[in-house]
Each structure stands twice: as structure tokens, then as C-alpha cells.
């Protein structure tokens, strides 16, 4: 399951307004000291995808990620886009605010 909430369609078009549409994709990034985070980025479509259209725009998720991390949810908020799942994601630092990672004791 996959969704993508009218607030982030709005959004998402109004970032491609004068601009070549492209896929979006939805993926697990895991780097930084935050831990691993859910997020969104431009591609193109692989062969290994699910594509799922909502409001026009087609957004990519990696069949395999999808079996593990469904449902998935793409909402925007004031702050942005938040990007859920049922992944329970962890880590990070002590000193940026969450726990459990390299940096923490």
C-alpha cells in the first residue's frame, strides 16, 4: 500500500510548475548521523519498481523496499514533505537529538 495525501500532490505540483516532470522516488537513505530516514528524490524508473500514480505524477518505490516498509505514506507538512512506513527507524546522534547510533554512548 501506498498513498500520497492531496497536500503533497499540491506541493509536488507546484514544485514542477514551469519544470520537466520527472518520477519520484521514494527510498530508504542511510548516512548521516540522523540514521536511516525515508525520503524523496527525482529518477527514473527501474525495472525492479512499483509505480504508483497520484495526482498526475508518477512516484517509485523498489518492490523489494515496498514488501518490507508498506504502508507508505507521503504527506506534507508545514516544515515539508514527511515520508512514513512501518520501518521502525532508529539512530542517530546524542548531540542532534535522537539516540542510539555511533556518537551515543
Sequence with gaps: MFNVTEKAQEQIREYFN?????????????GGCGG????????????TDQVFNFG???????REFLEHAQPIAVDYI?????????????????????????CSS
Excluded at 18 to 30: E, N, T
Excluded at 37 to 46: I, N, R, T, W, Y
Aim: include cysteine; proline fraction near 4%.
Design 18 to 30: 514551469g519544470k520537466d516532470v520527472m518520477p519520484v522516488r521514494v527510498f530508504l537513505h542511510s
Design 36 to 47: 536511516p530516514q525515508l525520503a524523496m528524490a527525482l529518477d527514473e524508473k527501474k525495472t
Design 56 to 62: 498526475g505524477f508518477d512516484f517509485l518505490v523498489d
Design 78 to 102: 508545514e516544515t515539508g514533505f514527511k515520508v512514513t512506513s512501518s520501518l521502525q527507524l532508529g539512530g542517530g546522534c546524542s548531540s542532534c537529538g535522537t539516540e542510539g547510533s555511533c
